[in-house]
């Protein structure tokens, strides 16, 4: 008898997130679709369901709420016992898009570059507070939510961590070249390292002083964010060697969190952290994946602007 493959994909009611349930659950996979809104989780499930795919189940989850999380994490030991799959799906954006048509025929988010901050102040904000929220949600809770499973995806055979990250995330955004070394230095970074650089971040948000202490100046929470979890990727990856522990940068997708623009499709956009959820045991661990390939966290090339794809 085959033993079920359990995985828990977290936001997972909608684009690459719900993408992401449904071709597990088309490889086999036994699926936890969560969700904040319990609504929308449960209409999800159906629409999987329509598709003939029964296994999937739902599960609400607030990864920003520790009693949701201990509510998940109860249900997956008495009903599963153990858990082989971790996608870490669920993220804020940080920024508002004032002006949805002029964002949308300016290219999306391929003209939010640093360079281009003076031309976007009327159409894209960062208030502090959701520059905030963006790293609470983004960083610190997807690090409890992983660290509160790990108990559980030790027993199991073949256990996955899948961080959903971003091109955003990469360090050719900063332009801070110390910290820049230091963030790729895996070897010295430490988590509590990365806890300082990213209240050093927020005090200098706060402050306006992005620009003169190198950070990025554009969707700047967003990529402070996904650097660190970046960062935090390889340090787990180091530390529970029975794990792989990947982080994928899915590509510039057509969703709700690019406001509809992009250049691919939310199926197209899942096929990367599935390929690395169902990587053979022999395979990496403490990498990034460009969609289903290897690459680098930090660009040494210009970035070329029509490539960027920067959100999930």
């Known amino acids: 008898m085959v033993a079920l493959i359990y995985a828990i994909v977290t936001g997972g009611n909608k684009g ?50 520790p009693s949701s999380i201990a509510c998940l994490v109860k249900f997956v030991q008495t009903q599963l016992g153990k858990l082989d799959i971790l996608i870490n799906n669920a993220a804020e954006i940080g920024i508002i898009i004032h002006d949805d048509k002029e964002f949308k025929d300016g290219g999306g988010f391929v003209q939010v570059l640093d360079e281009n901050v003076h031309l ?55 332009h801070n070249e110390t910290l820049k070394e230091e963030l790729q230095s895996i070897d010295s970074l430490t988590e509590e390292r990365i806890d300082e650089i990213i209240r050093w971040f927020l005090t200098d948000f706060k402050a306006g002083k992005l620009q003169k202490n190198g950070w990025p100046l554009t969707t700047s929470a967003y990529k402070v964010s996904k650097a660190a979890l970046n960062a935090y990727t390889r340090l787990m990856a180091r530390k529970y060697e029975n794990i792989l522990v990947n982080c994928v940068h899915p590509g510039y997708a057509i969703t709700d969190m690019t406001s509809q623009t992009g250049f691919i499709t939310a199926e197209e ?38 490539q960027i794809a920067p959100l999930s």
């Open 269 to 306: 956009g899942a096929k990367g952290p599935v390929m690395v959820a169902l990587l053979p045991d022999n395979g990496p661990s403490g990498v990034y994946f460009d969609g289903t390939q290897i690459a680098s966290f930090s660009s040494t090339r210009l970035v070329d602007k029509k």
């Open 120 to 174: 976007l102040t009327n159409i894209i904000k960062e208030p502090y507070e959701l520059g905030e929220k963006c790293l609470n949600t983004n960083y610190y809770a997807t690090k409890t939510i992983t660290e509160s499973l790990i108990p559980l995806l030790q027993p199991s055979k073949s256990p996955r961590i899948v961080n959903v990250t971003s091109t955003y995330g990469d360090l050719c955004w900063f």
């Open 16 to 65: 690459i997130g719900f993408e992401i349930c449904r071709q597990l659950a088309s490889n086999g996979v036994k699926v936890i679709l969560t969700s904040r809104n319990q609504s929308r989780g449960e209409e999800a499930i159906e629409k999987l369901n329509v598709c003939g795919l029964s296994n999937v189940v739902f599960h609400q989850l607030d990864i920003n709420d």
